[in-house]
T-cell receptor, first 111, second 114 residues
Framework: LAKTTQPISMDSYEGQEVNITCSHN???????ITWYQQFPSQGPRFIIQ???TKVTNEVASLFIPADRKSSTLSLPRVSLSDTAVYYC????????????FGQGTELSVKP | DAGVIQSPRHEVTEMGQEVTLRCKPI?????LFWYRQTMMRGLELLIY????????DSGMPEDRFSAKMPNASFSTLKIQPSEPRDSAVYFC????????????FGSGTQLSVL
């Protein structure tokens, strides 16, 4: 199974750009990389997904190098409301899209 | 769309009692997932269904846990008998079913077994 590794926690200040890097050394050819966000007392929420190079949406950007052994979630100009846990997941293609969550990165944004 | 609906929101029970958690997925979604979240173990995938059929239940901790999906709009997760170590937040999620489809999570059920 592809396993992901990401920092346990990160601190930032309002207005800064935050980059969270995740490693996934065993990613398979057809697997996708997905990021979710979780606030306290809520279920995780999809942020962004990609296969290679760069993906951008209204919330974040996702950078994936050519070897796909890592990925970086970039949150531009964070605010206090971005304080949450961020999970990097690999969608396991050969298991029908099974999603296994790692421990996540707890991001704390300070004023 | 109301999103994924779980009930109850909170459940407090005594050890040995039967607990039934309920989930209504988003209409039109073909896949349904049950997750359990604790501080120690994080988010664990218990079981998932595709078109109402259980595909992978390898995450179900033991025989005390069972899950059913009698139709496309309803699923249950049952624990019988419950134990204090089952205390956790249980999330249900649904998706359109494709391998890269994003999951939509419910608000979860906070279970406390005394």
């Amino acid at each position: 199974l592809a396993k992901t590794t990401q920092p346990i926690s990160m601190d930032s200040y309002e207005g800064q750009e935050v980059n969270i890097t995740c490693s996934h050394n065993n990613i398979a050819t057809n697997d996708y990389i997905t990021w979710y966000q979780q606030f306290p007392s809520q279920g995780p929420r999809f942020i962004i997904q990609g296969y290679k190079t760069k993906v951008t949406n209204e919330v974040a950007s996702l950078f994936i190098p050519a070897d796909r052994k890592s990925s970086t979630l970039s949150l531009p100009r964070v605010s206090l409301s971005d304080t949450a846990v961020y999970y990097c997941l690999v969608v396991l293609y050969n298991q029908g899209g099974k999603l296994i969550f790692g421990q996540g990165t707890e991001l704390s944004v300070k004023p | 769309d109301a999103g994924v609906i779980q009930s109850p929101r909170h459940e407090v029970t005594e050890m040995g009692q039967e607990v039934t958690l309920r989930c209504k997925p988003i209409s039109g979604h073909n896949s349904l997932f049950w997750y359990r979240q604790t501080m120690m173990r994080g988010l664990e995938l218990l079981i998932y269904f595709n078109n109402n059929v259980p595909i992978d239940d390898s995450g179900m901790p033991e025989d005390r846990f069972s899950a059913k999906m009698p139709n496309a709009s309803f699923s249950t997760l049952k624990i019988q008998p419950s134990e204090p170590r089952d205390s956790a937040v249980y999330f249900c999620a649904s998706s359109r079913g494709g391998r890269n489809e994003k999951l939509f999570f419910g608000s979860g059920t906070q279970l406390s077994v005394l």
